[in-house]
């Protein structure tokens, strides 16, 4: 579904990756890893049309897409949390969740199913259609921007870091909710700074260092690997 060849990344003068590669079949959850500064929320911002590669290739079912603006991704069936998790705070939790739904206004019926879709999977959501977002907690903004995100009926979601600055206990539920998103038949491309979590849960990882694929596998295989946890801890 998704073939990222040799991708360089920059910010001006600063190469943020210098050579990435990754693949990703249909249904995979597949995890990044990598210490701070490795790589990885550049890479999932390339795929999401954020930041254009300065070499390399990003195909979604064959096709290039590295040219793409974010919106043209969105409505090819991509998007991303990015780490800021950001809601539109004076809006409320429905007036965000619509706002997900923009590139889909004319499928009042997939909208309206996606919204129950949502409140199913959340349903502190569903009790609070009426709040403004910035009066949520940390853990029900993170599941809020989550929603958001699904409300374009994404075939391919990136997650950077869900469980940033969250308590254990909300953490825990993120965790399951990205497994239920995944058993949904979503294609999830994950950042974590919580190893232990995401190889627990996803197929197979990517270990990015410096700007480069250090190690790729499945997630057992990642784990067992002691030397790589200096690599991907920090
Ligand atoms: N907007 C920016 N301007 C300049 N340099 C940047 C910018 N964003 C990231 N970088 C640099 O690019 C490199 C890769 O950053 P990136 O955020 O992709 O890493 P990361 O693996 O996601 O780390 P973190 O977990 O800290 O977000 C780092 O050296 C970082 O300082």
Redesign the pocket.
Known sequence: MLEIEGIE?R??A????RDVSLRMEQGELVT?L????????????SIAGVLKPARGTIRLDGQDISGLSPEQLVRRGVAMVP?TRDVFPDLTVEENLQLGAFCRRRDTRGVAASRERMFDLFPLLAERTRQPAGTLSGGQQQQLVIARAMMSDPRLLLL??PSLGLAPVIVDRIFEMIVELRQSGVTILL?E?NATKALKISDRSYV?SL?RVAASGTSDDIAARSDLKSIYLG
């Open positions: 990344l910010y001006g600063v190469k943020a990756v990044l990598g210490a701070n500064g490795a790589g990885k929320s550049s890479t999932l911002k780490e950077d870091e950042v700074q990015l700007g």
